[in-house]
């Protein structure tokens, strides 16, 4: 996994592995997905879990096979474990699905930091073999020699430890115009005891926003601040060491739990451009139809950003579901399908990774 050029973190939701099963081989070979375990649902009126651990990772070894096919490599992290709802006959869930990524024939790098409860670090000591991920966040290099004292304890080399530097949500447009996000990445790049020692170093941010309910009916855009500061850093001289790049893709860093039993989800789509989140943004869609959709299919094909058809399958499927919407006006029938909240996740996620897979190649020759 030398040529490893990208560090996309998704969820284990099934939009996530359609999105990566549907990568080209190419793309494939430039990425390791980080992967962040879900938590268990919870009854939105009693706040109590739906399902256990156990459930909820039931087959979690043929659905993370079947994506990560032809990826030699993968993360995955426990960090959005509720330990509160582990019930007493799981296996604890960070080792339940790595020893079934195990079984598969995969191989993962366990993600862990000093940081964690007391059970998710006995966990990882016992999941550790020979190799670790540490996804270290301002708090836990605010501590330097808690990070040393964690490595000493793990009993693991610096040439065989990658560290993630997760800048999560903090590169906003006031930081980003400021300067203080390149200062503050900088500094926490350059000032990581044993720097050059390290397999990676990983640079993480996502600045899409936590949802879309302060942005109005029609198309926005949002530059991608994470991607312009990934930029900044690397055609500059300042960085003691090169790093590899890594989002959120077309979600905040924050995971979101339904608020309610019957969500009222709005017909919005996400599209990545070259250097701007693109918002089509529709109204709820069991109210005012899921051909919301198809219109924005349509005006994302004409729009100046779209990437081509050809361009991945997600850009294919936006393409056909342009083509339907325009059947459709003319004729509208039942049998017209424009997609779900879910469909265009799974669109939106595998486009933005094939398109920063791209840009890597393209501008970096990564």
Known sequence: ???????????????????????????????????????????????????????LLNGFDRKLAAACANIPFIYIDGILIDEQFIDAGDTYPITNAITQARMAGLHVVPVSS?????????????????????????????NPQLVSAYISRLNISHQN?????????????????????KMLALGLINN???????????????????DLSQISIGVHCQPRFEWHLWQNLCRGAELARGVIYSDYGVQHPDYTRLATRFPSVSASVRYTGNDDFWVF???????????????????IVGHREYSGAAFSVGDQDINDYAVTHAQYLQNPLPTHKFGSAEVWRRIGQNHHITKVVDQLASLYGL
């Open 281 to 299: 943004r529709g109204q709820v869609a069991n109210q005012y139809g899921y051909d919301q959709y198809g219109a924005h299919a349509q005006a």
């Open 1 to 55: 996994m030398e040529g490893a050029s990208y560090v996309p973190i998704l969820k284990t939701k099934r939009a996530e592995f359609s999105a990566i099963t549907q990568l080209t081989p190419s793309v494939k070979s430039k990425i390791i997905p980080l992967f962040e375990i879900e938590p268990v649902p919870l009854d939105p009126d009693t706040d109590v879990p739906n399902k256990t651990y156990d459930i």
């Open 161 to 181: 430890i990658d560290v993630v530097i997760d800048l999560r949500d903090s590169v906003s447009e006031e930081s980003w115009q400021s300067g203080r996000s």
């Open 114 to 142: 000093p940081t964690r409860t007391v059970s998710y670090l006995r966990e990882i000591d016992s999941l550790v073999q020979g190799e670790v991920c540490l996804r270290l966040t301002t708090i836990d290099l605010a």
């Open 192 to 210: 990581l005891q044993n720097l050059n020692s390290f397999r990676r170093v990983i640079l993480a941010a996502g600045s899409f926003p936590v």
